[in-house]
């Protein structure tokens, strides 16, 4: 059987892979984390600081040169990231077309609301002596 899961950019406020980068190809810009291609030297450095796994290089065409019956094409390594689809409208589109509906966008307030809904209900439901 093979299963596949998605290894998403968390969008780290204080992001390891913006810190290493020697270009500032990886900015910190509205909340999420941008790769700024025609910066990025392909050196991998992100790669290696990205505690998650979420960043990859990649091999991208660019340009084509054509030497009598032979045709090269040079490619560059750069690196590749969710960009959490900042230029969509609706945001980012894994969410509108995962399959079981499993991924949801959430903003950080939301996130303490639910930490601190479950840290109550599970204060209430221990029996009394058990703060002793």
């Given amino acids: 059987m093979k299963l596949t899961a998605p290894v998403q950019c968390r969008q780290c406020e204080n992001a390891p892979c913006v ?10 810009r509205d909340n999420t984390v941008q790769l700024i291609r025609e910066r990025c030297i392909g050196c991998q450095t992100c790669v290696l600081a990205c505690p ?3 960043m990859q290089i990649v091999s991208k065409p660019v340009k084509q040169v054509e030497l ?4 090269v094409r040079k490619t560059v390594r750069v690196a590749q990231k969710c960009d959490f689809c900042i230029d969509v409208p609706g945001g980012p589109q894994c969410v509108s077309v995962c399959p079981t509906k499993a991924l ?3 903003d950080t307030g939301t996130l303490e609301e639910k930490i601190n809904e479950k840290r109550e209900k599970s204060a209430f439901s221990l029996p009394p002596d058990a703060f002793c």
């Fill in 19 to 28: 810190n290493v980068c020697p270009t500032n190809a990886l900015v910190y």
């Fill in 52 to 54: 998650f796994g979420a």
């Fill in 68 to 71: 009598g019956p032979l045709t």
């Fill in 104 to 106: 949801h966008i959430v």
